[in-house]
């Protein structure tokens, strides 16, 4: 693994490059590019999923986007829907600068919300040949309500979001939340989820516990990943479960895939949603199967 640089609308992006065992430097390579959750850094499941598929053949990119980790960017903090598509498409002009990779067998793999960035990469890049993306959190207008308090709390969100952007543009102040806790419940993510708060999993000191921009709530709740479907025209797997996120949302998804090559792969678990979704962040059986499902797929798709 070597760590990288690359520029995305004048930011520096620092990134992790992992490269197969006993690789010919006579040949080129297909690459991948792998997103995680929002507000991730690449030493979470990105880089975790980056270097088992490195072990299959394959050049892996898990890179910060803007505004977390090593990246540049501000306000810091800030999950911005359209700026993290964005650095995936440049996260492409990267590889395709790379003499060990194949420009033309460029693909992308999504976790959780990186499936649903990754998906609109895909819809509007021709760059990207394949995608593979596993527990895909895939939301609309509806969904968010199920999650953020009914339509009065996505609006009290959304509205604490505008006045959040407005104190930044007139004063410089970023006002923050904890992106996870137990006791505050305006975190950003509030309940005993065990990968956030367990330092052996992803409570790991790159990530931050205790900020989340307040400004990301408009920008989150308002992204709509599900009208991609129809233009995602490349070779597509999707893997998922009825214990992970929107698991309707993911099959309707899938249906709705232009491609025509595409398959649904629908992993059984007695875990309640949305608890599953967790175990395909780090646990080696949910890791395990999407890396080797993903693998066979990048071998015939890429």
Not at 1 to 17: A, D, H, P, R
Not at 88 to 106: F, G
Not at 219 to 242: E, G, Q, R
Request: negative net charge.
């Amino acid at each position: 693994m070597n760590k990288v640089t690359f520029q995305s609308e004048g930011l520096n992006l620092v990134g992790n490059l992992y490269e197969p065992d006993n690789m010919d430097p006579n040949q080129t390579y297909p690459a991948v590019i792998v997103s995680g959750s929002w507000t991730t850094v690449k030493e979470q499941m990105a880089g975790l999923y980056a270097e088992q598929l490195a072990q299959q053949g394959m050049i892996t990119l898990a890179f910060d986007f803007r505004n977390f980790g090593e990246s540049e960017g501000e306000p810091a903090y800030h999950e911005n829907p359209s700026s993290k598509i964005t650095d995936i498409q440049n996260a492409v002009s990267y590889l395709m600068t790379l003499p060990q990779v194949d420009s033309d067998r460029i693909g992308a793999f999504g976790v959780c919300a990186g499936a649903g960035y990754t998906f609109v990469a895909a819809s509007l890049d021709n760059r990207i040949k394949s995608v593979v993306v596993t527990a895909p959190w895939l939301h609309d207008s509806e969904a968010v309500k199920m999650f953020y308090g009914g339509e009065d709390g996505v609006n009290t969100k959304i509205q604490d979001a505008r006045n959040a952007k407005q104190n930044y543009a007139q004063n410089g102040i970023v006002d923050y939340i904890p992106a996870i806790s137990t006791t505050d419940e305006s975190a950003a993510m509030f309940g005993e989820y065990d990968y956030y708060l367990n330092p052996k999993r992803g409570a790991i000191p790159e990530w931050s516990a205790d900020k989340f921009a307040v400004m990301t709530w408009e920008d989150w709740l308002t992204f709509d990943p599900t009208t991609s479907a129809p233009d995602v025209t490349v070779p597509t797997l999707m893997i998922h479960s009825d214990g992970a996120v929107l698991p309707t949302y993911a099959k309707q998804y899938f249906e709705k895939l232009g491609s025509n090559t595409k398959r649904l792969h629908w992993v059984e678990t007695d875990l309640p949603t949305p608890f599953h979704q967790f175990s395909f962040y780090d646990q080696d059986e949910e890791v395990n199967l999407s890396t080797d499902l993903a693998s066979d797929w990048f071998n015939q798709y890429l």
